[in-house]
């Protein structure tokens, strides 16, 4: 992965980014990584990994017997006035 310093990337944004088209740019500043610079393609296809990742945990809770947050909130008001008339 290349690197450039913030300062280079002010002065060579246009070289920069065509660089960043074709593998990930990483951009330091005083020495430290602060972002990365990724392919538009390569953005597309982690965020879809992202969103593939957090439907498949939501289906797997689903299966498991969760019933979502609208119907735990209804059940825990409705234990609580239960237990608050006892």
Known sequence: MKTVTATELKTKTGETLDAAQKEPVSIE??????????????????????????????EAAEKS??????ATTNFFKEMLKRNAKA
Do not use: F, H, S
């Not at 500043?29 to 439907?55: C, H, M, S």
């Not at 017997?65 to 609208?70: F, L, S, W």
């Open 29 to 58: 500043k005083n020495g430290r990584p602060i972002a990365v610079i990724v392919p538009q393609a390569d953005y597309e296809r982690l965020t879809q990994l992202e969103n593939d990742y957090w439907l498949a945990r939501v």
């Open 65 to 70: 017997g969760y019933v979502g947050t609208k």
